[in-house]
């Protein structure tokens, strides 16, 4: 019934389209129009085969953008009648290039889009209950809390607003270990933004950035992590959550210690009866990873470490990814540009990283692309090794193929699944 709710309140706006409760049936009569997709019997029968991918104008958008070549050719004469849902494509907290990140609203959307695995990131509240949020002190940037005058107070830091006179910014810090899961659940999701002038609430939660939008966000549904499991059956789509790092010191509050939230996060899987090979749980901290490999061995085989570390000759080097295979990790998820590097003739080619990466055997996921603004000034962090070959927004897509084709990665994150679907559909890896 939690998740019948849930579906119910679903957006009804492109790219996804509003339902009927009319169920399809052999006749043919009461047919949903085309495009729609029937969440009734999603819930009864699960959603596999039962929805089509649809894409809207961005990829095409992005193709039309590209520089002429080979590759840009392809994708201009790829076929898009019959989309299939693919593990490459992976909806980064869903689909917040547009839709607020971590909601009912975003995951729908990016399952819409094809996306084969959705990301829930876990943090808990004070009762420990685990919920699907980026950080567990981000609050005040993704959500409606601080104007909320009984729920701001109970924040790390309250709201403070802005002094114009001396430029002196506002102040917030609102964690999910501050509050309940009954209070949690009372909250809306939004862009994750705000304005570090706002003199009130209502405007610190504003400063979406303008190559986003807010056209979504008059629902933001948050969810528990066990309702993002519920979800994520009923749509057909996989799963990768990822153990977010604590701002609060561990053990919380004497007795909660890191690895009974590392268990905790897997136990749900294992009550919803969901196969480990649907799961690929991440972190950033290795013991996490480790924790997985030999505590939950069939989970742990999927489990994935995130790299956030500085390259250093002794970090890229094959002998560290020797060892991290030894130690049982089998995936490895850079940020993109640890994998890429531009080669004499300004070309984009696999980093030294990479090939170490793959040598050792491991597998590779890469994170984050449309996560940037327009690419027209080279793209910012996510495309620092390679900046000097990122001049326009169809780029994305020429990076997109050096990591699918030349770096060989197994899946790549994004903000509008759309673009991963539609290049893993044309260039044959959604089969």
């Not at 604590?246 to 294992?270: L, T």
């Amino acid at each position: 019934m939690i998740l019948r709710t849930l579906l119910g309140i679903a957006l009804c706006s492109p790219p996804l389209a509003c339902t009927q409760a009319a169920p399809n049936t052999q006749a043919g009569q009461n047919r949903l129009p085309p495009g729609q997709v029937d969440w009734q019997g999603a819930l009864e029968h699960g959603a596999k085969g039962h929805d089509t991918i649809e894409i809207g104008p961005r990829p095409f958008w992005l193709v039309d953008d590209m520089d002429e070549g080979p590759l840009k050719e392809r994708l201009q004469a790829c076929q898009t009648k019959h989309l299939k849902r693919t593990d490459f494509s992976i909806g980064h907290r869903g689909a917040p290039l547009q839709f607020p990140e971590h909601t009912l609203e975003s995951y729908v959307a990016a399952a819409k889009m094809g996306a084969g695995i959705v990301e829930c990131d876990v943090a808990f509240t004070k009762d420990r209950e685990l919920v699907c949020r980026h950080a567990q002190n981000d609050l005040h940037t993704t959500t409606d809390i601080v104007t909320i005058p009984e729920l701001n107070a109970r924040c790390t830091q309250p709201f403070v607003p802005a002094d114009p006179a001396t430029g002196i910014p506002a102040r917030a810090e609102c964690r999910t270990s501050d509050i309940t899961l009954a209070e949690f659940k009372t909250l809306k999701g939004k862009m994750d933004a705000f304005n570090p002038m706002a003199t009130t609430p209502e405007e610190y939660v504003r400063g979406t950035a303008d190559w986003r939008t807010d056209l979504y966000t008059a629902r933001g549904t948050l969810m528990t992590h066990r309702e993002s499991i519920d979800l994520f059956q009923a749509l057909g789509v996989k799963f990768t959550p990822e153990l977010k790092s604590p701002v609060v010191e561990m053990p919380f509050e004497g007795d909660y210690s890191q690895q009974d939230y590392a268990r905790q996060m897997i136990e749900d899987y294992r009550k919803a009866g969901v196969s480990p090979g649907d799961v690929w749980p991440q972190s950033f901290n290795l013991d996490d990873v480790l924790f997985w490999i030999n505590e939950t061995p069939r989970f742990g085989e999927q489990a994935v470490f995130l790299d956030q570390a500085k390259p250093t000759d002794g970090n890229t080097s094959l002998a560290y990814m020797e060892s991290l295979k030894a130690q049982g990790v089998n995936i490895l998820a850079p940020a993109l540009w640890k994998l890429l590097a531009l080669n004499g003739h300004q070309e984009i080619v696999p980093s030294g990283y990479a090939e170490n990466a793959r040598l050792a055997g491991l597998d590779l996921i890469a994170w984050t692309v449309e996560r940037s603004g327009p690419l027209a000034s080279g793209g910012g962090w996510y495309y620092q090794s390679v900046t000097d070959a990122i001049n326009n927004d169809g780029d994305v897509l020429t990076v997109i193929d050096a990591l699918a084709r030349d770096v060989g990665v197994i899946g790549i994150f994004s903000d509008w699944p759309a673009t991963t679907t539609f290049y893993a559909n044309c260039m044959g890896l959604a089969e």
